[in-house]
């Protein structure tokens, strides 16, 4: 009686995952040829028979296709690039020197340029301003999970005075801001403070980002938030820093 | 066939569920929350490094099953312009240097004495009574009587403006909820903690508050006086006024007195009556002397639940009021029957002749948020139509536990 449950039961995993693919591939075809194709060039327009394989490039495609994960040049998994939102899952940030360190492709310094608007210049598209990058890779050259602690927190400084326009986009912004004060709290404790406060004065170098940034804090006033318990901090970091050496 | 499939699918969330209600903080019940109240040279980020610190402390100070039962939450009172009015009298001292401007604003370098100065001058115009502005007060003592409704003890801990918050909230609070109300009043710009003469923590060296007491005329009443010396402890802070450089400095006598009072006002306060469940989203209505507006909460499931449907799958409305006031209360008690997807929120003038002015407080995992919603008479006598006031997101978070939005 068990066993035929049990067969029931596979046949049933069976029709529903073969059913459901059979639908899902239809929906993501595009993407996932777009993907294998980026992956192992020698497979353009190979055609279907290739396509199809089981091999681990197509596997990994159909999972960031399905989780909208793909990007098409810097993918969270094994082409040769290290997506920097995906430090501790992505094959190819792992063992390598930390992609932002000096000497390793940091943009150069946009001098007053930089801060002539409120974004500045991201002149290699890596979403954050270059200043602030180069301040990052080269203030903490020796601490890969505090550098990405502080892009984490760099991120939410930027949502939070380039797309605070309402109340409730700043409520929102204010958890991104949370969320990256307990990461950082988690690696450095109370010394988080000082680093959070250093990075944020080398953020606010013009008094336009300075008023921009004010801007977002008075539609915060009277309003109440919570916190994590301590335990919880590791949660909050977009990384596993953990997984991070040092 | 289509049973197995659902009861497989069940279990599968289910499992999903659990594996992710255990390691959430908000899944756990919580006997007191205690709020950090800020003061007015402090910018949200920073108020939420002082609950840090403050929570950091008794961490330390209490015995594990003391400190698991606290809850922490800020309650951010607005700066009134002063930073950017210092930044923009300073700045050309400064020649320009914005950075090196927040480097003194948040302690990282020596404050000057011309800094110092003008951030005094500023401040000491600013009248008392503008300070404490109508809706950020009426919000916190949302909050804190929705809290108290729970069953829960309320405890502030308030720096500098925030005792002025924090004495107002007090007198807004009936005289049992008064009971379950407490404060640890830190560099009190106040005459009084809670209507008397409690204890408080105010620096020798704080040049704030020396000038606000040299400067009677400033406020209407003259600020509590130090009472406490920190010896050797240098800091960047030479206002002597930052909760974070100035009180909670390592070690420091000031330290050690806000953490001892903490723990001894936590000891001193009434566990009050629960009126209302307690839970991971709650929602309260408030409204005025008419008799009767109604609230409604249409769960993810589909469920509408209201005063003809008490019960749903998810939560429940335990509190019904027909006869002026309020509340009305919604929760779902626990992560257990906590659902993926959009809860929405809505209200429904059912019975009353003039215009009401309501008020729904929800408090949805980490976040809380208070509308208030001015309800013409007009549509008196509408039953089933409620007016969608907000929406509540709920998924699952993507390092494990749950993510909560709330949206209008």
């Known amino acids: 009686m068990k066993i035929r449950r049990q067969i029931i039961l596979a046949v049933v995993l069976l029709l529903a995952s073969t059913s459901g693919w059979g639908k899902e591939k239809a929906k993501l075809g595009p993407c996932v040829r777009q993907c294998v194709q980026a992956f192992n060039p020698s497979l353009a327009d190979s055609g279907a028979q290739e396509f199809m394989a089981e091999d681990f490039r197509s596997r990994d495609c159909v999972r960031l296709c399905k989780e909208n994960l793909y990007q098409g040049e810097c993918n969270p998994a094994a082409d040769n690039c290290c997506n920097l939102d995906y430090l501790d899952s992505d094959p190819d940030c792992q063992g390598e020197p930390p992609p932002d360190q000096p000497g390793n492709g940091l943009p150069p310094d946009p001098g007053e340029a930089g801060k002539e608007t409120l974004e500045g210049i991201d002149s290699d598209g890596d979403g954050i301003r270059d200043d602030i990058q180069r301040y990052i890779a080269l203030t903490y050259p020796g601490s890969q999970k505090t550098r990405a602690a502080l892009r984490q927190l760099t991120f939410a400084l930027d949502k939070s005075i380039l797309e605070s326009p309402d109340e409730e986009s700043a409520l929102n912004n204010t958890e991104l801001m949370h969320r990256a004060t307990e990461c950082l709290w988690y690696i450095h404790s109370d010394q988080s403070i000082k680093f959070k406060n250093q990075l944020k004065a080398e953020y606010l170098n013009t008094l336009k980002r300075s008023r921009a940034y004010l801007a977002y804090d008075s539609k915060l006033s009277g309003h109440v938030f919570g916190g994590k318990d301590f335990d919880e901090y590791k949660t909050s970091c977009t990384f596993d820093p953990d997984l991070m050496e040092d | ?408």
């Open chain 2, 1 to 408: 066939m289509k049973n197995i499939i659902y009861i497989f699918i069940s279990c599968l969330l289910g499992t999903i569920l659990l594996a992710e209600s255990s390691a959430a903080s908000i899944c756990d019940s919580k006997e007191t929350v205690v709020y950090f109240g800020n003061g007015i040279k402090t910018t949200e980020d920073e108020a939420y490094d002082s609950l840090n610190i403050l929570k950091k402390q008794l961490h330390m100070a209490l015995p594990t099953e003391k400190y698991e039962l606290l809850e922490f939450k800020v309650s951010y009172n607005g700066t009134h312009g002063l930073p950017l009015d210092l930044l923009e009298s300073t700045l050309q001292v400064l020649s320009g240097n914005t950075s090196r401007f927040w480097r003194l604003f948040w302690g990282l370098e020596i404050i000057p004495d011309w800094f110092a100065d003008k951030f005094i001058l500023l401040s000491s115009v600013l009248d008392k009574s503008a300070l404490v502005t109508t809706d950020s007060l009426k919000n916190h003592v949302t909050t804190y009587k929705t809290k108290i409704a729970e069953g829960k003890k309320v405890l502030l801990v308030a720096h500098s403006q925030g005792n002025l918050f924090g004495n107002q909230a007090y007198w807004l609070l009936n005289s049992r909820e008064q009971q379950s109300f407490g404060m640890v009043s830190v560099a009190n710009v106040d005459n009084n903690v809670l209507g008397a003469d409690s204890p408080y923590t105010t620096l020798e060296t704080d040049k704030v508050i020396m000038a606000l007491l040299a400067a009677q005329i400033a406020l209407p009443s003259r600020p509590m006086e130090p009472n406490t010396e920190n010896l050797d402890k240098e800091s960047a802070d030479s206002l002597g006024h930052s909760f974070i450089e100035s009180y909670m400095i390592k070690s420091s006598n000031s330290e050690t007195k806000i953490t001892q009072q903490v723990i001894t006002v936590l000891e001193s306060l009434a566990t009050p009556s629960q009126f209302v469940e307690s839970g991971v989203i709650t929602i309260s209505l408030t409204w005025g002397s008419e008799p009767d507006v109604d609230l409604h909460v249409y769960e993810p499931n589909g469920m509408q639940v209201f005063w003809n449907n008490l019960q749903g799958y998810s939560g429940a409305l335990d509190r019904d009021d027909r006869s002026g006031y309020g509340p009305e209360h919604y929760t779902v008690p626990a992560c257990e029957t906590l659902e993926r997807g959009i809860y929405h929120v809505g209200l429904d003038y059912f019975k009353g002749d003039e215009p009401e002015l309501a008020t729904i407080h929800i408090e949805a995992g980490l976040l809380v948020r208070t509308y208030e919603i001015a309800i013409p008479s007009e549509i008196y006598g509408s039953s089933n139509s409620p007016e969608l006031i907000a929406n509540i997101l709920v998924k699952g978070g993507e390092n494990g536990g749950y993510d909560f939005e709330i949206y209008e």
